[in-house]
């Protein structure tokens, strides 16, 4: 809001101008116009290209990891097939892994299987030398239910 004072030497007008001024406003818009204007084409990834295609197998960080289970009943399940013993874990793990020790291997299991069943699920997989192994659970206190992976290393 802008105020007049005087018009003159001997007049005064005491009713503030109910003007909006807007050159301030102007001038943060046109600052912040040639700012964006001048990030903007920092932020794109490259230039863009036609990228061939080949027959190339896909990069071991871009498949999805192996999910080893323990139910309530203390069973291991790799993905969704029921592994016998800690021999059927290790055949397991071999066969979806293509044999391939760099694919990462998440460990579930029941809050209410023993903790034993799960350290002896984590060393068959350590001793069979995955060396990319999580622990899953549940993201609790915040009521969002999301599942959180903590690293073993």
């Known amino acids: 809001m802008a105020f007049a004072l005087r018009k003159h030497d001997d007049e005064f007008d005491s009713r503030p101008i109910a003007d909006i001024n807007v050159t301030p406003l102007v001038d943060v818009m046109l600052v912040l116009l040639i700012v964006f204007m001048v990030a903007a084409p920092l932020m794109t990834a490259g230039i863009p290209v036609d990228l061939p295609k080949t027959q190339a197998k896909q990069l071991n960080d871009q498949q999805p990891p192996i999910v080893v289970s323990v139910d309530a009943n203390g069973v291991f399940f790799v993905d969704k097939t029921e592994a016998t013993g800690t ?67």
């Open 87 to 153: 021999d059927g874990l290790l055949l397991a793990l071999r066969t979806n892994s293509e044999n391939n020790r760099d694919r990462r291997v998440h460990v579930r299991a029941d809050k209410a299987v023993a903790y034993g069943k799960v350290a002896e699920a984590m060393g068959v997989i350590n001793a069979a030398g995955y060396l990319k192994v999580a622990l899953v659970s549940e993201a609790g206190g915040n009521g969002l239910g999301a599942k959180a992976a903590s690293a073993i290393p």
